[in-house]
């Protein structure tokens, strides 16, 4: 059982629901391939050395990387130049046990690191096992701002919870949750990352418990239930938690209102559907008047097909990009949550030392020097954070920008689209058939 | 204001005014005709008609005057039942044709309110049965989707309403026959005693009972196929642009939602520029445009609604097509009445003088009940039953007369009408199309200007 709290918000920290996560509902089919959008053929056994044969998923724009583009986006986003490891999440399969019915992802690796043994790996995980690494990885870095996970369940009352979009909805995320990790400066040297791109078998090594690769589970257990707060924030820290406030909140309104946009077009999109084909009906009932009646119903019809396509631009970019910097809002908060636990621990530690209950020469020592090494992790905490932070920023910027212009563009798409079908209509009606009376 | 762009088809061929007129030609082997069989008319005939259509395109009213619904006004006052209500009036202004601006009004100038129009109309569809009869504005709101008030007393709806009631007098005006009627131009020009004149024409006398209608329906034994096929489209066009009206409301309610919603990215994208540096003015200028965009759908909806109009005004025709069908029917079926009543009487003449007794009459019960008559009377039953036949005979000759003369007329009127329908229905589906491009370029505007704002951040 993962110390860490579940990001997504759910409140189910201590139960372990591992054999819901990524239950498969509706189908016991063996192998449901949600192959078809994937474009890129599927390379079998290993990996030949050369670019583009990396299996892409064919994701949102933000995950389509070239091999050269990634480096080029890496340096917008102030990453580390050089990327020396790429990751893919696809093939997403359903698997069946006698106990369980689960979904299986294929992680691919590639990479050009001397510490890892090979420069292809391929491994099967499933979400439970990205939530075991996640875990390690605040573990380890409680104060870095890491990429959250998609939720566990879509608290929306949807009936098709594990449907082909949901399922393929999970998988772009958990992507995206890879590829920051992996081009995160420090994140990416983490050794629980690289046990989970190559270990076949990780269920040994989760078994293994908390206490294993970790330096400060312990102390990171204790400060989160330390009750006290933190007495001298300092300002920067202050100016950022307001940050982080205003921003889950803008985060959380721009995903309702998207969602509400999403739902309103799915609604206007079946209306036009019935709309269109009313005109044939009339247009069988008159003789003259059919020609520019079927002329309509075209139009709307070739109308309603690109109004599906911009809608599902907007569900599978831009509505998937804002939820994730919601989920990523929460992290910050957490964050900073933690390092105020960490400085609040130094300063508990300190007011020890100033009490006089200490009695015996050697514990004033003790006491100093544990107050000496939490100082430390203060230290090292703030740093770790404002740097990251200053990371995260440029990232968020850049991935938000991407998104809502391609959502812009998408959109003028459509109404170039609409645009030209009604004009191909209007110049049919200005040259008549020929047999009019005039 | 939007002033009728309508043109108006004549024939130069002199009609008469009304059907009831009609004795032009006799019919010399009608005895037992029910019914024509061909109600085309010939070919040189309808090239004829057609060339006339294109030469002359206005009535001699509307050479004369220029007819505009030009204001609206809200009255009270007591009703039939002493009660108070609030109504709107229209103002109806009669200017001379071909004046220059702020010619002197001819006439009163009346208001009128929609049920004088109504009663126009009422009066029109029993004095001219044979012609399709342009119809109201509706009376009620109808197939509307959720923004749009369904009030009677909306200003939008009354400012519809009153380019709909001017759309019906100038086809009244544009009409051939229509546009020569004495009360009609009356109602146009007469504040007082319009009333008074229209009940006293007793066109109410004339109107065909509803039950003679509903009988008429069901048991024509041979109404003319041009007829009924004429009847059938006219309930087929009538559920289509009704299923269409309906339909488009919802997409119109829909899309609307659509829109709206993005205004609130201008809220929140203005909120949240706040809290940015970078990326706070391509944010805040985005925003700008997402309330544009949201904004823009209410003119883009208030356009439609025009669209709708038209489609609505020939949902409305289409009662009026079925009322000359139904006036055909019940022609029809007085024709054939007539024959029967008439074969009857030959009957009951033929027993006469025979002796034979084929046909019940009292007087052949009562013959039998108590006993044979005189000669004397049979005699003078003959001659009256004789007189009686003749009698018949003239109104079978009628019947038939003005059962051709009605169908000639009004299928005329219908080719008539189906050339416009289909002419102003194109014309529709093209605005409607037009309206659908500045849509689009609005649309292609707003998302290029986000475009360039968000690539700004």
């Known amino acids: ?438 | 204001m939007r002033t009728g762009q309508l043109t108006a088809h004549t024939h130069t061929h002199t009609h008469t005014h009304t059907s009831q007129e009609t004795r032009t030609m006799a019919d010399s082997d009608s005895e037992e005709a029910a019914v024509l069989d061909n109600t085309d008319l010939t070919s040189p005939e309808s090239e004829n008609n057609m060339i006339n259509t294109m030469v002359e395109r206005e009535t001699a009213l509307l050479k004369k005057i220029d007819i505009n619904v030009a204001e609206s006004e809200k009255r009270s006052g007591k009703n039939t039942v002493n009660m108070q209500e609030t109504y709107t009036v229209y103002l109806i202004e009669i200017r001379p044709a071909n004046a220059a601006e702020g010619g002197l009004p001819v006439g009163d100038s009346p208001w009128r309110r929609y049920s004088e129009f109504e009663l126009l109309r009422t009066y029109l569809l029993v004095t001219y049965p044979f012609v399709v009869i342009p119809p109201l504005p509706e009376k009620r709101a109808e197939f509307v989707w959720h923004k749009l008030s369904a009030d009677n007393l909306d200003p939008d709806f009354v400012e519809r309403r009153r380019l709909g009631l001017e759309n019906f007098l100038i086809r009244v005006a544009s009409h051939s026959v229509l546009s020569k009627d004495k009360i009609f131009y009356q109602f146009l020009t007469e504040e007082k005693g319009w009333r008074e004149a229209v009940l006293e024409t007793g066109f109410q006398d004339k109107a065909d009972s509803r039950l003679k209608s509903l009988s008429a329906t069901l048991r024509v034994k041979n109404p003319d196929k041009s007829f009924t096929d004429l009847k059938q489209y006219s309930d087929e066009l009538n559920s289509a642009i009704s299923h269409l009206l309906r339909v488009r409301a919802k997409v119109a309610d829909r899309m609307y939602g659509v829109y709206k919603v993005h205004g609130n990215y201008g809220r929140i994208f203005s909120e949240w520029s706040a809290i940015e540096k970078e990326m706070g003015d391509g944010l805040q200028s985005a925003g700008h445009h997402m309330d544009t965009h949201s904004a823009s759908v209410d003119d883009i909806l208030e356009e439609e609604e025009h669209y709708a109009d038209q489609l609505k005004e020939y949902l409305f025709y289409t009662d009026a097509l079925r009322s000359v069908c139904r006036k055909h029917e019940l022609i029809q079926y007085e024709l054939e009445m007539a024959v029967l009543d008439l074969a009857s009487k030959k009957q009951q003449r033929e027993e006469l003088t025979t002796g034979a007794v084929r046909v019940f009459s009292l007087k052949g019960m009562s013959s039998k009940l108590f006993g044979q008559e005189s000669p004397e009377q049979r005699e003078s039953r003959l001659a009256a039953l004789q007189q009686s036949i003749q009698a018949s005979e003239d109104a079978v000759l009628d019947k038939n007369q003005e059962c051709r003369e009605f169908m000639r007329m009004s299928w005329e009127e219908v080719k008539r009408f189906k050339e416009q329908k289909d002419r102003e229905l194109r014309e529709a589906l093209i605005s409607y199309a037009i309206m659908q491009i500045s849509m689009c370029k609005k649309g292609i505007q707003v998302w290029s200007n986000a475009k360039e704002c968000f690539n700004k951040m």
């Not at chain 1, 559907?273 to 003789?287: K, T």
């Not at chain 1, 300190?350 to 000496?372: F, I, R, Y």
Request: aromatic share 8%.
């Open chain 1, 1 to 438: 059982m993962s110390a860490a709290p579940v990001l997504s918000g759910d409140l189910e920290e201590d139960l372990d629901l591992e054999e819901d996560e990524d239950l498969e509902v509706f189908s016991k089919n063996p192998s449901l391939a949600v192959g078809s959008s994937v474009s890129s053929s599927v390379v079998q056994g290993s990996l030949v050395h050369s670019p583009g044969a990396l299996v892409r998923s064919s994701g949102s724009m933000v995950n389509q990387y070239g091999l050269e583009e990634e480096e080029e986006e890496e340096e917008a986003r102030g990453g580390v130049p050089t990327r020396d490891l790429f990751v893919t999440v696809d093939h997403p399969e359903s698997h069946v046990t006698a106990i369980e019915t689960f979904i299986v992802y294929r992680v691919l690796a590639r990479t050009t690191r001397g510490d890892f043994d090979s420069s292809e790996y391929e491994v099967h995980r499933r979400y439970q096992d990205f939530l075991w690494l996640r875990g390690k990885l605040e573990e380890g870095h409680p104060t870095l701002i890491i990429h959250p996970l998609p939720e566990k369940f879509v608290m929306k009352g949807l009936v098709e919870r594990f449907s082909e979009d949901f399922i393929e909805t999970r998988r772009r995320a958990l992507q995206t949750f890879l590829s920051k990790t992996a081009e995160h400066p420090m994140l990416s040297r983490s050794p629980q990352l690289k046990v989970f791109l190559t270990e076949q078998d990780l269920t040994a090594i989760k078994k293994q418990g908390p206490s294993f690769l970790s330096r400060m589970g312990d102390s990171v257990r204790a400060a989160a239930i330390a009750v006290r707060g933190v007495r001298a924030r300092p300002q920067e820290f202050g100016a950022m938690q307001d940050y982080a406030d205003e921003f889950s909140c803008k985060m959380s309104a721009l995903d309702k209102v998207t969602q509400r946009i999403i739902k309103e077009q799915n609604e206007y999109l079946e209306e036009l559907s019935q709309y269109g084909p009313l005109y044939s009906q009339w247009a069988e009932l008159e003789a003259d008047l059919s020609e520019p009646l079927r002329g309509v119903a075209g139009c709307l019809d070739l109308c309603g097909r690109e109004t599906e396509e911009q809608l599902r631009h907007l569900t599978e970019v831009l509505q998937p990009t804002l939820h994730q910097y919601l989920l990523c809002a929460d992290t910050l908060k957490t964050v900073l949550r933690r390092r105020d636990h960490i400085q609040a621990e130094f300063e508990a530690k300190n007011d020890a030392l100033a009490s006089s209950a200490v009695s015996k020469k050697g514990d004033l020592e003790t006491l100093k020097e544990e107050a000496a090494g939490l100082e430390e992790r203060v230290e090292s905490a703030n740093s770790a954070l404002k740097g990251d932070w200053a990371r995260w920023g440029d990232a968020m910027r850049y991935d938000l920008r991407e998104a809502l212009v391609s959502t812009a563009d998408k959109n003028q798409d459509y109404y170039e689209k609409c645009l030209a079908v009604w004009e191909t209509f209007l110049l049919s009606q200005k040259t008549p058939p020929g047999q009019e009376e005039d």
